[in-house]
């Protein structure tokens, strides 16, 4: 094979101008989503693996484009990253969670647990602690009953810092879960080191756990891990009965995933809310 290199520095350089004006397309798409109300929040329940009853939602980001097509966060978060939208997207979609917490509230349900995701540069950020507390107070949400999901990434990214507000968030009752737990390769220091509450188990360990001798193993030194030291644990990614009966039999106290319900609207859940046993 004759490689040209200059053909493909040039094919690289109009590879990277599209990629530039695809970039810059977005970050406008995703300023003008911030004040037309294009964010949308769908909603995943979590259930208990033993009973099946509902026990909260985890809240998921969503931006409806102008065609109508929706799009999910890995094709906008990491340009709102890298844009410092993330800071202003993130405290929206703590606000929305929260009001509508409230509003099922005032609709007669019972409160629900709402786990909310937030990004490593949103925890960070200045703003961030004031945000969430003028939130709670304008939305009058019961801490109580949030929970942030931080990457375990994250928190092994920035330890120091993050540990600070890690601690600021718990002193106002928000319980803190980490999430994708076992990705990366501090997994044990982040548990030693953070008061953290809820592990959720990543939905890769999840698939591997049903084919794989080790990956079963592996899930089931997970959940024993997380028991001793009192933590909750969630298994993410649960598609089918079998991934379902194992993580019970194992000790896995709450399940996520398609088997129980894919994320859906706010209507939609109503009819967990009504009926607090799903199946
Ligand atoms: P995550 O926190 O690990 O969320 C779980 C993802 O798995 C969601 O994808 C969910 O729709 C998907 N999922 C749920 N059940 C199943 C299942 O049974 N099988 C499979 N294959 N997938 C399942 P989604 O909604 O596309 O979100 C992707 C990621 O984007 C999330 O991963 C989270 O890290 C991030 N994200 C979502 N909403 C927000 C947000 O409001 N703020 C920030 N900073 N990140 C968000
Ligand atoms: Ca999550
Ligand atoms: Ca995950
Ligand atoms: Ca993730």
Excluded at 8 to 21: S, T
Excluded at 43 to 61: H, N, W
Excluded at 217 to 236: F, P, R, T, Y
Excluded at 269 to 278: A, C, K, P, S, W
Aim: hydrophobic share 45%; with cysteine.
């Amino acid at each position: 094979v004759k490689h040209n290199g200059k053909n493909n520095y040039a094919k690289f350089d109009q590879h990277m101008v599209h990629f530039q004006q695809d970039k810059r397309k977005m970050e406008k798409v995703l300023r003008d989503a911030l004040v037309n109300q294009n964010f949308v929040l769908v909603f995943q329940p979590q259930v208990y693996a033993r009973t099946k009853r509902f026990y909260g939602v985890e809240v998921l980001l969503r931006l409806r484009t102008e065609n109508g097509t929706i799009l999910t966060p890995d094709q906008f978060i990491p340009i709102a990253e890298a844009a410092g939208l993330i800071v202003p997207i993130g405290a929206w979609v703590i606000r929305a969670a929260c009001e509508q917490g409230m509003a099922w509230i005032r609709e007669g349900f019972d409160p629900i647990k709402i786990s909310i995701n937030i990004s490593g540069l949103q925890l960070k950020s200045i703003q961030f602690l004031s945000n969430v507390k003028a939130i709670l107070e304008e939305t009058g949400m019961n801490p109580a009953n949030l929970t942030f999901e931080i990457t375990e990434s994250t928190i092994i990214d920035q330890s120091y810092a993050v540990l600070n507000v890690i601690e600021e968030i718990r002193k106002l009752g928000i319980s803190v879960a980490i999430d994708d737990f076992g990705i990366s390769y501090s997994s044990l220091s982040v548990l030693k080191n953070f008061p953290i509450e809820i592990l959720k188990i990543d939905k890769s360990f999840v698939r591997e756990m049903v084919t794989d001798e080790k990956g079963y193993k592996i899930v089931n030194a997970i959940i024993n891990i997380a028991k001793s030291l009192d933590m909750k644990i969630v298994a993410e990614g649960v598609e089918d009965s079998t991934q379902l009966e194992l993580l019970d039999e194992l000790g896995c106290q709450f399940i996520q995933g398609y088997y129980i319900s894919r994320p859906i609207n706010e209507i939609e859940i109503e009819r967990f809310l009504v009926n607090r046993t799903v199946m």
